[in-house]
């Protein structure tokens, strides 16, 4: 109960603040929204603050669509000269209801899922390039050969990774599934003939159930799983790469400079692909599987996870 009363206080702290008489100000600064009150949100607003060079409002929706409603509503009738939406929740709502104010949004993953293109909307990509990601694998994990990748079929990706792998040298082996439920059979013949199996940002395949089915699957066969999540990499992946939340800040700040200073349409920017990573692995999956890291490696990862498998 404690938990619920401090949100709602929140919530409605957020609201009283753009109806009280600091709403002018307020609005005369370019906005921030954030979907939540997330940690992982403070260094891409602390980048955007430092780079943008006009003032900064940062409002929380809370993750309720309650309190989105009434902070976009109170926008609507003083709109901002820009909203930097930080997840999903709070770039949709900006985008359905304020249309025609330019948004630029960050962290979300596949934001074609939710509508965010189009006249006024510019973005910043929240998946790692893949060159990136398997030139990370062959540096941490040298004596990976064959990574697999479950992917539904006429994905997008599968090109892109096929040419990635064999630019670093490695051999990618896809399993095509139909439908969600296909993911387990898939997932049991791919363990037995690669090193390891790559979970990408495939929403028909990259559900918590499916993750968990091969999270242990794999465990069972003792090759690891690498992700492109941190998420992922507290729920079990050996290794993760992730876009640099913080250049995620400052690269939307640049966006933002294009449409607000040099009157670029936002929907005439190409969206802007991560420039920055951050590597994860999971020290408690690494003994699990009685893998050898070079610990000069360690040096090279922003963060390594002491949790065991499944905590």
Sequence with gaps: MKTTATSVERALLVVALL??????????????????????????????????????????????KAVAREVV?????????????????????????MPRVPLVYGMIQNPRRYGLAGEAVAGVAHEIPYDILMSQIQLFLP???????????????AQALRQAAEAAGLELDISSVQTSRDVRGACVRLSKRVDAVLVVNDPEVLTPENFRFIREQTRRRGIPVLATSEILARAGALLSVVPDYRETGVQAAALARQILDEDE??????????????????????RSLDLDIDPLLLDFTDE?????IGR
């Design 304 to 308: 390594v996870i002491e949790d065991e």
């Design 19 to 64: 109806c009280g008489p600091r709403v002018a100000s307020a609005i005369d600064s370019v906005v921030v929204l954030k979907s939540d009150d997330l940690s992982a949100y403070e260094a891409p607003i602390q980048a955007f603050q430092e780079g943008i060079g006009r003032p900064v409002t940062v409002l929380d929706i809370q993750g309720q």
């Design 265 to 286: 349409r936002p929907e005439n920017l190409p969206l802007a692909l991560p420039q920055g990573a951050r590597v994860l692995l999971n020290r408690g999956v690494m």
């Design 143 to 157: 004596d990976v050969r064959k990574v697999g990748v479950i992917l539904t079929n006429q994905s997008p990706t």
């Design 73 to 97: 509503t109170r926008l609507r009738f003083d709109p901002p000269p820009l909203v930097f939406a930080l997840g999903a929740k709070a770039a949709w709502m900006v985008h359905e209801q």
